[in-house]
């Protein structure tokens, strides 16, 4: 990204990125949320509701006699998801979850499925060193025990996962949010995370893009430089088993962006999606990347790459990753191997100074099917065109460059009604948070119809 784009993106920026409006929705990540409580029902109450028992009960077993997936399976096991936090992407784009504890969550790719477990390989990590020896690292997020309970100690268990939860608070203001970690993962370093997704009042273009950016302002209180690095790494996966079928390839970006593209082959019968993953480059800031990483041992990765564990070592010791580790690899993902891909983003903040990063993830995934065969295209699709690749590519160049446009739209929209006193505190916080449901309760925007 050249400077001159750099400067347009400096010149929208009237929002100050450090700190979220004074109503918003909060937790402590060591807020163990409100759980959800078993109940009873008498039998009046269950006589009450019999007829709409019985068909539900008609419905699954039709759909499931036709092979397709019922609108409400009365006998799955839901997750416990009270560490749900602001979506990400447009309207109608497909959602992607994010807990307020800080990893990713709720893949709504596909028309009625819904997964809800955490891809942990998808996250957010911070490496800090200073003069003298003094090294710092650690994933920024907190899964609880029995999320990080059998992960792989040879792959990504073997990272830093020893964020201190009472130091980090969210904020929460949709399409917006605010992850503010106080001296982690150094005593004296402050970072705060800024989502921003492209849900825009009055705008039916860029408000339909399933991309979403991630702004991170790094402020140093020390009398010491420090040189930090902000790791993106995100799994070739959609949450389920298609993760591990193979045939799943990773690359390099070509033009304009330095970031990766993750190309996803679904099991299923699903159609295919592509991730991207970027940073932007200024001028205090360098970009590094791997394409791909194996989440196992090497013999489970499909090519001669660097493992989860390697990859971690390396950005911990070098600070940013090699041309060796940005080799792309051959070949696709062998069945029964999982693989991941990071971006790297690298600058110095002096003492008493700020610096900001951003990141940006896209997911492309033009058709919608549906079981009776009907298929349609998202309404992304009119202006980005039906090549997952080129749209993925696109999305990640466009809002690095956009998103501080976006968001003094989004705060022009908001701040009326964030600054009206005459309404009570929680109000304005409950009118926009609940509009989370347009992104994220299985919403279609076809473009074919509009």
């Not at 409950?430 to 994220?440: D, K």
Request: with cysteine; proline share 7%; glycine share 8%.
């Amino acid at each position: 990204m050249g400077s001159a784009e750099v400067e347009q993106t400096k010149a929208h920026s009237r929002v100050d990125c450090t700190k979220p409006p004074a109503r918003t929705w909060q937790r402590k990540f060591e807020d163990e949320g409100k759980k959800i409580a078993m109940f009873s029902m008498t039998m009046k109450d269950i006589m009450t509701i019999m007829p709409l028992i019985v068909k539900m009960l008609r419905l699954h077993v039709k759909a499931t006699a036709k092979g397709q997936a019922s609108v409400y399976d009365p006998f799955k096991k839901w997750m416990d998801n009270c560490y749900r936090g602001v979506p990400l992407g447009g309207l109608g784009s497909a959602s992607i979850g994010r807990s307020y504890r800080g990893y990713f969550q709720h893949f709504q790719i596909f028309p009625r499925i819904y997964e809800q477990k955490p891809v942990l390989a998808n996250q957010f990590s911070a490496f800090v060193s200073r003069p003298g020896g003094k090294r710092y690292a650690t994933v920024l997020s907190a899964p609880n025990a029995d999320v990080l309970k059998g992960i792989d100690k040879d792959g990504i268990g073997s990272w830093d996962w020893n964020l201190k939860n009472k130091n980090c608070t969210y904020h929460g203001l949709f399409p917006r949010s605010w992850t503010i970690y106080e001296g982690e993962p150094d005593p004296e370093i402050k970072i705060t995370c800024r989502q921003i997704s492209p849900f825009i009042p009055h705008n039916y273009k860029e408000s339909s893009f399933p991309v979403v950016v991630f702004t991170f302002t790094v402020e140093n209180s020390a009398s010491t430089p420090a040189d930090v690095t902000l790791l993106f790494t995100w799994a070739n996966s959609v949450g389920g088993i298609s993760e591990l079928t193979g045939n799943h390839t990773n690359s390099r970006m070509n033009d304009g962006v330095n970031g990766v593209l993750l190309r996803h082959r679904t099991a299923d019968g699903h159609p295919p999606v592509t991730f991207g993953i970027a940073s932007q480059e200024t001028g205090d800031v360098r970009v590094t990347s791997c394409p791909s990483f194996a989440m196992g041992p090497p013999s489970s990765g499909g090519g001669e790459q660097l493992t989860a564990k390697e990859m971690w070592a390396e950005v911990k010791n070098r600070g940013s990753f090699s041309d060796a580790a940005g080799a792309v690899p051959r070949g696709s993902s062998r069945p029964g191997s999982s693989i991941g891909a990071a971006v790297a983003a690298t600058t110095t903040v002096p003492a008493g100074g700020t610096r900001e990063v951003s990141f940006a993830l896209s997911w492309s995934c033009p058709e919608v099917k549906f079981p009776a065969g009907r298929t349609y295209h998202r309404r992304y699709t009119k202006f980005l065109g039906l090549d997952r690749d080129a749209a993925a590519e696109q999305l990640v160049h466009d809002a690095l460059l956009e998103h501080m446009k976006w968001e003094s739209l989004i705060d022009e929209w908001q701040r009326p009604i964030l600054e009206d006193k005459t309404l009570p505190d929680w109000y304005p916080v409950a009118l926009f948070n609940e509009l989370y449901y347009l992104n994220a309760g299985g919403t279609i925007w076809p473009g074919d119809l509009w």
